[in-house]
Nanobody, 120 residues
Framework: QVTLVESGGGLVQVGGSLRLSCAAS????????RGWFRQAPGKEREFVAA????????YYASSVEGRFTISGDNAKNILYLQMSSLQPEDTAVYYC?????????????WGQGTRVTVSS
């Protein structure tokens, strides 16, 4: 199990930007793919973005493609999510995760989440 700790959430106005960070620790954290999910009030948790453990491949949900960028610093075991052109529908708790792919992205290893609120 990898321990994941998110930070960087907060309140931002429509059209603004925010960068989330996720610090990872654990014996296997350098060899796993990681990503971000989010859960809006009253909705199910949904996939946002993922990056392969090598950093060579990235994947995005269509709702954030072109606005969000996932990246990682493997030397520091930190994962980032740069979010721009934020909209009210981006309001959610964002979770860092060790991700896997079957028929869809999923995880059973989550951080505690960081809240993002986009105000209009």
């Amino acid at each position: 199990q990898v321990t994941l700790v998110e930070s960087g959430g907060g309140l931002v106005q429509v059209g603004g930007s925010l960068r989330l960070s996720c610090a990872a620790s654990g014996s296997t954290c350098s060899s796993v793919s990681r990503g971000w999910f989010r859960q809006a009030p009253g909705k199910e948790r949904e996939f946002v973005a993922a990056i392969s453990y090598s950093g060579g491949s990235t994947y995005y949900a269509s709702s954030v493609e072109g606005r969000f960028t996932i990246s990682g610093d493997n030397a520091k075991n930190i994962l980032y999510l740069q979010m721009s052109s934020l909209q009210p529908e981006d309001t959610a708790v964002y979770y860092c995760a060790v991700v896997k792919y079957g028929s869809a992205w999923w995880s059973d290893n989550w951080g505690q989440g960081t809240r993002v609120t986009v105000s209009s």
